[in-house]
């Protein structure tokens, strides 16, 4: 499974973003998608996650970032009311079958 992100960018707190990831190759079934997030010298984290139409948040963006999937194979994460603790590099993440595949990341920084 081959992922590619893309979406992320600067911006002002308060502003917002939509990050998509695409998916190719090889799919019997996708399982699981999720958006993970590392800040630097912090380890990566959750962000948010979506499996059979439920969805899970982490707690710090409860209530800001809505995580969605179009058709099989693209999933979105868009963020709202973006604070500078949101910046990292996002990296898409699905979990199909037996294989687990991560994208590159993107960049997503948010200056106060």
């Known amino acids: 499974v081959q992922l590619v992100e893309s979406g992320g960018g600067s911006v002002q707190a308060g502003g917002s973003l939509r990050l998509s990831c695409v998916a190719s190759?090889?799919?019997?079934?996708?399982?699981?998608m999720a958006w993970y997030r590392q800040a630097p010298g912090k380890q990566r984290e959750l962000v948010a996650s979506?499996?059979?139409?439920?969805t899970n948040y982490g707690n710090s963006v409860k209530g800001r970032f809505t995580i969605s999937r179009d058709g099989a194979r693209t999933v979105y994460l868009q963020m709202n009311s973006l604070e500078p603790e949101d910046t990292g590099v996002y990296y898409c993440?699905?979990?199909?079958?037996?294989?687990?595949?991560w994208g590159q990341g993107t960049q997503v920084t948010v200056s106060s």
């Open positions: 993440n699905v979990a199909a079958g037996f294989e687990n595949s």
């Open positions: 979506i499996s059979s139409g439920d």
């Open positions: 190759g090889s799919i019997f079934r996708i399982n699981l």
